[in-house]
């Protein structure tokens, strides 16, 4: 069968440029070995969320979730999206000063926010522990339910004329096209490999590694609250060296359930729960709503963020093989810039003009270190 | 968190259990018996501990009184997070336990199947109100239906009958010719047939139908009446109470968390009951439906073989052969009939924690995308419920057990660590 | 008489059989429901085991079952969870 382009991966991020291509009338396929929704998407939190700590990131993640609110009144309402905003906290007078810097970064790209201090803190969020400095409030910042935004954004590409597949694994790229696991061929000139942490399996030398995470949920009995709020010193974890870091990440579902994050670690492929780990989570936790104490925790679990070597992700051509594209590495972020990644990749593929700069995102900044693999 | 330590972890104080640590003690081992009751016998010696009228129950709770077994009681396995390592937890808090070998005893469940009104307070399951009953829930001048399919149902109406409960119907979903089979199979049993023959007394003059099953209940805020199918003839009965069992299921999580062999949706064990997982043994229902009498030889292997003394339960491995019979007998004459399978409508509730309906879970393609996209079997109860419901309607395998093996405290979470990492003041 | 106790249920203080789990208790005490599911219907207790998590209510602020938790003297139960 031939088509304009082929989507490994259906994640949040394969269905999205699926669906971006389909609407523009590309006959496109979509292949997903498991479930749409699954794997890294499943194991998000689904936070909505603008970071400003690197230009390129800020560019993307602010296009993206401008693009998730133009989406919004079309998802489904079992994909739960809602303009939570986000509280960053601030725990003392040099994180305040870091909240302020956050903001004329934001205000920069056009995003409003406002300082919040000790007082206004205690009003807007009564269930965090007496004694914080105060933070910022990002109230445009959303979450939604990952798995039902990507199913959801397959069956629009299904109904604009995507061959959407699910259960089907590819065995290899080829020249023009795949091979499937049953041995049969796709053909098209463009292949994107959106497989998230799985894109090795299919080029060994993109520069993808798992980062695991650590997710719990409580049971509905929760102490009620309003933002997703994040502690300041979240970016510094997400970012800042190779061990292993936690940090406070609270999401509140609107069944009155608690989503508590998060976790980072390099070393652990093995997909059970670190009890070390999910114990460090919950102290967090704990120090920043004291309210925790008694709560019932229904379920937790692991996953595994796609990173990068400069925690950027691989949108664009792959130098090494011609015909192919990525769109992956998007560490915890696959979620929030889905669609701007979808855009992005889009434009490239069929020379339209570009939302924004592909430089940053470009994986021939990597093609040095690969330029004889495969 | 409080610790304990022990030689044999046993899991699960009904008989297999009580019969694996008093054996377990016997043969020279130290014993841990621990249990989310309040008090030993598992279901089918609930509220015996005190005051016992049945003479195993008797034999086996004195047998536990006597013996130094170490208990604890009104607390819940969460985690296994490493070998010889299982949390526990309760009302008093969560505990750990070290172990050197682990024996698990943990019984089974009930199947319960969605129907039309099934989640509406007064339906339960038949073994269900049984054991509501024996705990003190009130049934005196209640009338009750009792519907589904097994021996349980006739053991259910019983106990509710002695209590005072007034049984309008049993609706057995097995043909004649089935029960009859089952009824001839009792035979090679005495001890079995005795037990019938008991129960056939303590029913007299209640209306017991084969062929016939619930199609759906109705009511406001509680069960008001069901309506009875057999056929194409369908009967309204007015009650307070329904409680509807389609049988025993092998309760096989935690073998599951710890990576043990199933067959046929049971623990498969060897000869000395143990399970393909070093230092772990398995006992009574979890590793097959057999009933009383197998739990109790099962558990005596178990108790030995885990102390390392298996030539002493040689009594017991010839009375766990003749046990394997009956259940054999018990599974070939109560298979589900298909109707079951068409009783939900599209609104019924499929999945009572997350809310989700039968015709929303039947566009999925198994157990993970239903779980992803629905929340199907997400809630409290891990789709302990709804996962046995749509292996039967579907023909999905349920998901793998994970870490916290039911909701608990998040104090269970923190203890593990907390000499390690020291909770850090956010100020 | 059989001997009661006295516990408080969303607030209110009634009296209660002594010898039963909290699941029975409620029930004695006239309510049939022991949570509403999230589209707001009444559940009540099940499986009778611990199995079906439908009895859940909170006592003294905890997360429990009344299926599996005797009934004592001044417990704070409420039909929220």
């Known amino acids: 069968m031939n088509f304009d382009a082929i989507v490994i991966g259906g994640g949040i991020v394969g269905c999205a440029i699926a669906d971006r291509l389909a609407r523009e009338r590309r006959a496109v396929c979509l292949l997903e070995r498991d479930v749409l929704g699954g794997a890294a998407t499943a194991a998000s939190m689904g936070h909505l969320v603008v970071l400003d700590d690197d230009p390129a990131e800020l560019a993307l993640s602010a296009y993206s979730c401008a693009r998730w609110r133009e989406l919004a009144p079309q998802l489904p309402a079992a994909a739960e999206y809602r303009a939570t905003g986000t509280l960053w906290i601030a725990r003392d007078a040099a994180e305040m000063a870091e909240a302020a810097h956050k903001q004329r970064r934001l205000a920069a790209a056009g995003i409003a926010s406002e300082l919040v201090d000790e007082a206004q803190l205690k009003l807007c969020e009564p269930a965090l522990a007496p004694g914080l400095a105060g933070g910022l409030r990002v109230p445009a910042d959303a979450v939604v339910y990952p798995p039902v935004a990507a199913a959801f954004l397959a069956r629009r590409a299904a109904a604009a004329g995507a061959d959407v597949r699910a259960g089907v694994n590819v065995r290899t790229l080829v020249d023009g096209g795949v091979i499937l696991a049953d041995g049969s061929e796709l053909r098209a000139p463009r292949v994107i490999v959106a497989n998230g942490c799985a894109a090795p399996e299919l080029l060994c030398s993109v520069p993808v590694r798992k980062r695991k995470g650590h997710l719990l949920i409580t049971t509905r009995l929760a102490p009620t609250v309003n933002h997703q709020l994040v502690e300041l010193g979240y970016i510094q974890s997400a970012h800042g060296g190779d061990g292993e870091s936690v940090a406070f990440n609270v999401q509140p579902r609107p069944s009155g359930q608690l989503l508590l994050g998060s976790t980072r670690q390099f070393d652990d492929l093995s997909c059970e729960v670190t009890p070390r780990l999910l114990a460090r989570l919950v102290e967090r936790a704990q120090a920043f709503l004291p309210g925790l104490g008694s709560l019932t925790a229904l379920r937790a679990w692991t996953g595994f963020r796609p990173t990068t070597p400069d925690h950027r992700p691989l949108i664009g051509p792959w130098p090494a093989r011609p015909g192919v594209w990525l769109a992956c590495g998007h560490e915890g972020l696959g979620v929030t810039t889905a669609l701007g990644t979808a855009d992005l990749l889009a434009a490239q593929l069929f020379d339209q003009p570009l939302p924004f700069d592909a430089a940053p995102y470009a994986p021939a900044r990597f093609a040095a270190q690969v330029s004889h693999a495969a | ?427 | 008489m059989p001997p009661e106790l006295c516990v408080r249920v969303d607030g209110v203080e009634i009296q209660v059989p002594a010898e039963c789990s909290v699941a029975a208790a409620l029930r004695s005490a006239g309510f049939s429901s022991t949570r509403h599911s999230l589209d707001g219907t009444p559940r009540a207790a099940c499986c009778g085991m611990g199995v079906c998590f439908e009895c859940r209510v909170r006592i003294d602020g905890v997360e429990r079952l009344g299926c599996l938790v005797r009934v004592r003297e001044g417990m704070e139960i409420s039909r929220d969870a």
Not at chain 2, 6 to 31: D, N
Not at chain 2, 37 to 47: L, T
Not at chain 2, 406 to 420: G, I, R, Y
């Open chain 2, 1 to 427: 968190m409080r610790e304990l330590r022990t030689e044999i972890l046993v899991v699960g104080a009904g008989p297999a259990g009580i019969a694996a640590a008093v054996s377990a003690e016997r043969a020279g081992a130290r014993a841990l018996l621990v249990d989310m009751q309040a008090e030993p016998g598992g279901q089918i010696w609930r509220g015996q501990w005190n005051k016992a009228t049945d003479p195993a129950a008797r034999q086996w709770l004195g047998a536990l009184r006597a013996s130094p077994v170490e208990t604890r009681y009104g607390l819940r396995l969460i985690d296994l997070p490493a070998p010889g390592l299982a949390v526990f937890d309760g009302d008093s808090g969560p505990l750990r336990v070290r172990c050197e070998r682990l024996v698990i005893a943990g019984g089974a469940r009930e199947r319960l199947l969605p129907f039309p009104g099934w989640t509406l307070p007064g339906v339960f399951g038949a073994g269900g109100l049984q054991v509501l009953a024996k705990n003190g829930w009130p049934v005196a001048g209640q009338r009750i239906v009792i519907a589904g399919s097994g021996p349980l149902l006739l053991a259910a109406a019983a106990t509710l009958r002695g209590l005072g409960a007034k049984i309008v119907r049993i609706a057995e979903q097995t043909g004649w010719r089935d029960l009859a089979g089952f009824g001839a199979g009792l035979l090679r049993h005495p001890r079995k047939l005795a037990q019938a023959a008991g129960l056939a007394r303590r029913l007299a003059g209640v209306r017991y139908r084969g062929n016939t099953w619930v199609a759906h209940a109705d009511g406001d805020d509680r069960v008001r009446s069901v309506t009875l199918a057999s056929g194409s003839h369908r009967e309204q009965i007015h009650c307070d109470a329904l409680a509807v069992g389609f049988g025993l299921l092998p309760n096989t999580d935690i073998a599951r968390a710890l990576g043990c062999e199933l067959r046929d949706g049971a623990v498969w064990v060897d000869g000395h009951q143990h399970t393909s997982v070093a230092g772990v043994y398995c006992a009574g229902e979890g590793t097959g439906i057999g009933g009383v009498d197998q739990a109790l030889a099962q558990g005596e292997i178990a108790g030995c073989a885990a102390a390392g003394r298996a030539e002493l339960a040689g009594a017991a491995l010839a009375r766990r052969r003749q046990s394997d019979r009956f259940a054999a007998n018990l599974r070939r004459h109560f298979v589900l009939r298909d109707e079951l399978r068409r009783l939900a409508e599209p609104d019924t509730v499929l999945c009572r924690c997350e809310n989700v309906r039968y015709g929303a879970a039947a566009t999925c393609t198994g157990t993970r995308e239903a779980r992803l996209q629905l929340r199907l079997g997400m809630g409290h109860c891990q789709g302990r419920i709804c996962g046995a419901a749509t292996e039967f309607l579907f023909g999905w395998n349920a998901a793998t057990p994970r870490p916290p093996l039911a909701p608990a405290s998040l104090a269970c979470f923190t203890a593990t660590s907390s000499s390690e990492n020291p909770p850090q003041d956010p100020t």
